[in-house]
């Protein structure tokens, strides 16, 4: 009987002793599981939190889409304080971003407080119409350009002869609403109410006509936006050989977060009319000597986003088709989409 009870309270033992382990173990399993979901939350959350720049295109297309041209709102991350790069469309466009869900508010607010400044690539109607059509509404603010731009701007758009004088130069009475920063080559300038600052690249557009890049920095983060240009070899200038020389170090050092350039036409078009555009071959022979100042693989981290396609025909269909099958640099193509915030 007591060897009995000896052999009980020895099983007894036994499976306390395994009922323990098993909850330790069990404890042990779930906890290391508890760690690992916390640690890829903490990954993904790092990943979604690692942006620098955050873009809004209010418009991407180079023509015919009156409501959808060239106008891109540029900020950093976890502000309201935007520029915008090209001013093709305006109200449309944050209507339309609004109804993505990349701005909150209403079109007029955000046009009046959240856009704190124009950066004018060149003075063609689809990169500042928007901006013409939106000033009786739009607050006191700079517009930044290089002097051939501005003087465009001031002598044939805010002018009592085809519009009213908004700016705070030009024919009088001048409303001086918009006050115009000359820009300049040799530095960069503090774009007001941001923390940003600008530097230009003159670039051509149909030669001897000129347009602007917009080397745009964030303490030591930067972006690329180019205005229209043609290729150097089309344009016989070197204007985009020494856009390239300047920015790749950025590229080596991982500091460049992205580059918008233009794609207007497919490669069908005639070299004698592209008034001053690239094509899709054009855009890679200029990126190509971009890649052999820095190397492939750091040029692969630089997201390229296409602007300006010109949706005439068929011809949007076509400029992505030869965009993917030509990309041999295997470069981070985008093609951004009206209203749809992009971060990088």
Known sequence: MLAAQINQTSTNQTSEIHLWLFLQKTFLVKYSLFIF????????????????????????????????????????????????????????????AIQQKSLSGNAADILKKDIKGYLISHPHLDHVAGLIINSPDDSTKNIYALPFCI????????????????????????????????????????????????RPFELSHGNPYKS?????????????????????????????????????????????????IEVSFPDEQPKDKLFGHLTPGLLYDEMQKLSSLTDKMNLQRVPVVITHIKPNGNNELLIKQELKQQNHLQLKLIFPQQGKAIEF
């Open 151 to 198: 003087n465009t701007i001031e002598e044939k758009y805010f002018s009592w002869k085809s519009w009213a004088n908004f700016g705070d130069e030009g024919e009088k009475p001048q409303l001086k609403k918009y006050h115009y920063v000359d820009l300049s080559q040799d530095s960069e300038t503090a774009l007001m109410n941001t923390k940003m600052f600008v």
């Open 212 to 260: 602007t890049a917009f080397l745009v920095r964030y303490d030591s983060s930067y972006i690329l936006y180019l205005g229209d240009t043609g290729a150097d070899t089309i344009e016989r200038s070197d204007k985009l050989n020494r856009l390239w020389h300047y920015v790749a170090p950025l590229v080596q050092h991982k500091e460049l977060k992205a580059i918008f």
């Open 37 to 96: 979901l916390l640690c890829c939350n903490a990954v993904i959350a790092q990943q979604n939190s690692a942006y620098t720049f955050k873009v809004i295109p209010l418009g991407v297309y180079g023509s015919t889409h009156e409501s959808n041209l060239s106008a891109y709102m540029l900020t950093i991350k976890n502000a309201d304080d935007y520029v915008c790069l090209d001013a093709g469309v305006l109200h449309d466009g944050i209507e339309k």
